[in-house]
């Protein structure tokens, strides 16, 4: 009996001892395990790369800004060569109403120029157009008129300035101006050195008027 407690003792005691060197082991293992869990996990790194796609899909989806639309400017010859017609049209123009008649040369050739003293103290000046032969310029206070002879069926001398709607008639002893858009006198009694001496002879001898008996 006691050989049988004794070989069973032998039996049991490597297993034991390998029982109590295995036992001390597992609770080592458990902190290094707790440590392990306690530590925090690192955080995930942001990505860069997203970010730059999305910039630069941003960057190719944006449109370009418009140029503000620009008018064309017309060429320089066009403008000149519109400008040079108007230029001929207009002296052509200007030729056409500067032509005269003979017959208005020839009334032009009887208008006495100079300047010519008029009644109330005024003075009218006639001046014959160098540029333009048979046209006058008729000046005074307050008035410049460009005038060309008219035909009249009474022998008088006739200027007129249709724009400025003057009047200028010379008779043998005087002349006068008139504004015949305004119906008024702007000189009267007007005289040349000729008209003078013709006046000074007509209070002389007077001429005989129709309206007075025969003696």
């Known amino acids: 009996m006691k050989t049988l407690i004794a070989s069973a003792l032998m039996l049991l005691a490597p297993g034991l001892a390998l029982a109590q060197a295995v036992a001390p082991a597992q609770p080592a293992a458990k902190p290094a395990a707790k440590a392990e869990a306690a530590k925090p996990a690192p955080k995930a790194a942001a990505k860069p790369a997203p970010k730059a796609e999305a910039k ?18 017309e ?9 040079s017609e108007a230029n001929q049209v207009a002296t052509g123009i200007m030729a056409a109403e500067a032509a005269l008649s003979p017959e208005e040369l020839a009334i032009a050739e009887r208008v006495h120029v100079g300047r010519m003293p008029c009644e109330l103290g ?29 035909a009249t069926t009474t022998g008088t001398v006739r200027l007129e300035d249709a724009r400025g ?6 008779i043998a002893n005087k002349s006068m101006l008139m504004n015949q858009r305004l119906g008024q006198r702007l000189a009267d009694e007007c005289m040349s050195p000729e ?16 309206l007075e008996p025969l003696k």
């Open 122 to 150: 005024a003075f009218v000046t006639v001046t014959a157009e160098p540029a333009s032969p048979g046209h006058f310029r008729v000046e005074g206070k307050g008035f410049k008129y460009f005038m060309v002879p008219v």
């Open 165 to 170: 709607g003057a009047v200028w008639l010379q």
């Open 75 to 83: 060429p320089p010859s066009s403008r000149a060569q519109l400008k």
């Open 56 to 73: 630069s899909g941003t960057a190719a989806v944006k449109p370009a800004p418009k140029k503000p639309a620009v008018a064309k400017a």
């Open 195 to 210: 008209q003078i001496v013709v006046a000074e002879a007509i209070k002389k001898n007077p001429p005989v008027s129709v």
